[in-house]
């Protein structure tokens, strides 16, 4: 689909639908398949990519998300950022803890996105939005 | 964009002192961006037709889309793109179609216009620039409705319920597990328990690219629906990347049996059925 896909320059996707957490899934594989990413690791950063797409749309009442390709010097990552203008999370160790939702799903979402990637960044505040960090990087 | 009168009236004359000619250059220029996909005759005919719409309507009155006299020229229209997006042409293949019709007036208003030639052309463009964006939105909407007849096959071909052995039956999942197709799942897994009367089911996830805390979800319901009716389930299909990327975001499957392979899995069941499997012995080896 995207074979020539341009790793220089990021991304962006809004997220309005389900179809919409369906094709940050396939944005995100793309440019992970594109940084070299393992397939353990490109498993695990679509998996963590399809949790928080899917937590700024039920949660975040849609967003958007930016894929990009970093670079530290020694390593090249993929780095997904989520932005939402919801109401944000009043109580952040709360949303992390396992098991925890509002939503009525198993409540790992969050806090196993964060142990599937390297780096993982959150800036939320009670009627700010939402907006989550996430890097992967290759090995 | 609506014609006035006497615009009208002078873009009927056209089309219809010079039939001829008209169609003739017209097909031409069409048939060229077709490239021979469409047969002459049949492009003639369509425009053809298309030609005497134009004329009809400019006859009960002025020339203009969106009049309810205009209905026949839509419904060609609409006819024309409806057959080009089945055919599988493109957007400009289909609006070329019409557009064409511009270059065709441009030459019979050279030769034959009076004095008003240039706003006439103007007039007569504005028009087919409507009549063009007309076919393009019929174009979308019968593609798009070919894209929605698609899906709802897709969800209804993809997920079949397949008997491996007496009482045991498989559901092979390819592609993303949505709520939707996973409603579907479940509804078709537990009418086949029901009319197999199978103890066991196996969900294959070898084709699910991703596994995360949703599709995860989904299975789970599927199985303590599948417990309920007595029928036990395994699941089969777990490649290295998703064991490990499961065991990273915490989801337990509790004590649902799982298994790599769709063999492995239809071997567990059949020795928990007490079924034996051997290797005949090779004559002479």
Redesign the interface.
Known sequence: MTAGIDLDQPHAQAIRSDEDVVRVRQLVRTVAVAAKLSLVDQTKLVTAASELARNTLVYGGGGGVEVATVDNGRRRGVRIIFADSGPGIADLNLALTDGYTTGGGLGLGLSGARRLVDEFDIDTGVGKGTRITVIKWAR | MALTAEESGRLAALLSEHVDQVTQRWTETVAASLRGRLSQVELRSQLQELRQAIVTTAENGIVDLDAEYAAELRAVLAELSRGRARQGFSATETAISVFALKEVLLELLESHGGESTLRDYVAFSALIDTMGLFTFESYVRTREGLIADQAEQLLELSTPVVKLWEGVVAVPLVG?L??ARAQVVMERLLQTLVDTGSPYAIIDITGV??????V??HILKTVVAARLMGADCIISGIR???A??IV????EFGDIATKASLADALRHVLRLTGVETTRRSRRGA
């Open positions: 993303t949505d709520s690219p991703a596994v995360d805390t949703q995860a979800q290295p990347q998703i490990q990327t990273a975001l915490g989801i």
